[in-house]
């Protein structure tokens, strides 16, 4: 049986909330009763309003306690940091201490995501042994096939954690638990806490590759573009692809600088009305989106204007090429100039030297 997941503290309460509404309305054969959702605190009144969406579909929230797990971890392995100030995405490479013994197999969704079809496909997916099965990030799988990012766990690709299909049985068996710790043992520097702590520690022969349309991230780019960006490294076919941009199953809203969230205004999205149909329905349809975050935060460094810049044409004009020849030659002048001024290195995807 499929069990679907959460993990979040009180500021991620809507987006989660109508994230499991979208799962709701469009699963309504969902087999469990019961919902998980990993408390990292969340108000009493946020929990009611949770409760109530989930009893209207007949279903009921299991609130589970995942602080005790991370912040012991947290205590021996600092360099586990937490994410946008919480340890809740942090639970993730810990569900197998987490969640209850009788859950075997377990859907885990991050709050901004949006579930736009049925699962049905993986309620009962053979996954051929492994313990983890995700959505390849193709432009960082280029990278590792190259060699120019070497990661512990041997994989020849590297995947996005948003959306995570988790057989704990396996999970258990295999004592992937002692992996993450190895990890966590070896590697000081952690690019994205979760994310990159999973693609060092689990190996390829427990993963298994989920078709793009379970995390559609690149909604954000220019429809024109958005066919080129995907292609490269031929991490997905090209039916994959066109299923992902057609008929995305999950949703995922995040990536370029907050371009792609649709509850902030200015939101770049092409697919943003679909998600406020979704909060129209919600009980935060009355909740103003939040300010456009172009204009909350301020860009003056060459990188940050570079960076924004390259958020733009990927958004807003259709040519790749222009903005492909754009990007090389940025980046090219960011590794110039780190190098120019022997700047540390960042914290990593990979092995560290």
């Not at 020849?156 to 190895?182: P, Q, T």
């Not at 205004?265 to 679909?274: D, L, M, N, P, T």
């Not at 960076?307 to 960011?334: D, E, G, N």
Request: proline residues 6%.
């Amino acid at each position: 049986m499929l069990y679907l997941c959460y993990s979040i503290n009180d500021l991620a309460v809507m987006e989660a909330g109508i994230s499991i509404l979208s799962f709701l309305m469009n699963n309504p054969g969902y087999e469990p009763e019961e919902i998980f959702f990993i408390d990292y605190g969340i108000n009493p009144a946020n929990k009611e309003i949770l409760n109530g969406i989930a009893a209207h579909y007949g279903r009921r929230i299991t609130y589970l306690q995942g602080r005790p797990v991370t912040d012991v971890i947290k205590r021996q392995f600092p360099n586990l940091r937490s994410w946008s100030g919480t340890m809740a995405p942090n639970a993730k490479p810990f569900l197998d201490q987490i969640m209850p013994e009788y859950v075997e197999r377990v859907l885990f969704l991050d709050a901004d995501t949006l579930v736009m079809g049925s699962i049905e496909e993986l309620q009962h997916l053979d996954m051929r042994g492994a313990a983890l099965a995700a959505v390849p990030q193709n432009l960082v799988s280029v990278r590792v096939r190259s060699g120019d990012i070497k990661l512990y766990s041997s994989s020849s690709i590297y995947f996005n954690s948003g959306v995570l299909l988790i057989d704990l049985a396996v999970w258990r068996r295999e004592d992937c638990h002692s992996m993450v710790i190895d990890i966590l043992h070896k590697k000081k520097q952690l690019y994205t806490p979760d994310q990159t702590l999973l693609n060092n520690a689990i190996p390829a022969r427990l993963q298994y590759q989920l078709p793009l349309k379970f995390n559609h991230l690149t909604h954000h780019i220019h429809p024109r573009q958005e066919r080129y960006f995907l292609s490269i490294g031929h991490i997905h076919t090209a039916e994959e692809i066109e299923e992902a941009i057609q008929h995305p199953i999950i949703m995922h809203c995040t990536g370029g600088h907050h371009q792609a969230r649709p509850w902030h205004k200015g939101c770049w999205s092409y697919r943003k009305e679909e998600y406020l149909r979704y909060k129209a329905l919600s009980p935060w349809k009355d909740v103003p989106l939040k300010p456009d975050y172009r204009k909350t935060t301020q860009r003056k460094g060459f990188l940050d204007k570079g960076i924004k810049l390259m958020y733009w044409m990927l958004s807003r004009q259709p040519s790749y090429r222009l903005t492909s020849l754009y990007m090389k030659i940025f980046w090219a002048i960011v590794r110039w100039e780190r190098k120019i001024m022997k700047a540390p290195p960042e914290p990593g995807e990979g092995i560290e030297e």
